[in-house]
């Protein structure tokens, strides 16, 4: 895997840095495509499938603090449907190990799967 961060993902990541609201789609893209050769091999070329690819991913992006819970998401080849059963499963698991972690006094921050402080 190359080491170098080519232009445009470079670009990406600074949108990114700079704010959601200025995130266009293609910054979006290139993110999601820098991920999906990380994941997946140098070879994936994008959305299309021309690599069989053994992980699949959701980047969501939001920024903190945000009241109207405005995010953008994209996905490495999931549809639609698969990403709302994806979201459906997840949010039964969190809300349950949430619901365990409240119940532990002794939790480590950081090892609940939420932001470490």
Do not use: W
Not at 7 to 29: C, H, M, R, W, Y
Not at 69 to 83: E, K, L, M, P
Not at 103 to 115: D, E, N, Q, S
């Amino acid at each position: 895997m190359s080491d170098q961060i080519n232009d445009e993902e470079q670009q990406a990541a600074q949108q990114v840095l700079t704010g959601i609201e200025k995130l266009s789609p293609q910054a979006l893209q290139a993110l999601a495509l820098s991920l999906d050769r990380i994941l997946n091999g140098e070879k994936v070329l994008g959305a299309e499938m021309s690599v069989k690819r053994i992980n699949g991913f959701v980047l969501m992006v939001f920024p903190f603090g945000d009241k109207d819970a405005q995010c953008h998401y994209v996905s490495n080849g999931a549809s639609r449907d698969d990403i709302i059963k994806l979201f459906t499963e997840q949010l039964k698991q969190l809300t349950a190990q949430r619901d365990t972690d409240q119940k532990k006094a002794t939790l480590l921050p950081g090892l609940g799967g939420g932001p470490v402080q």
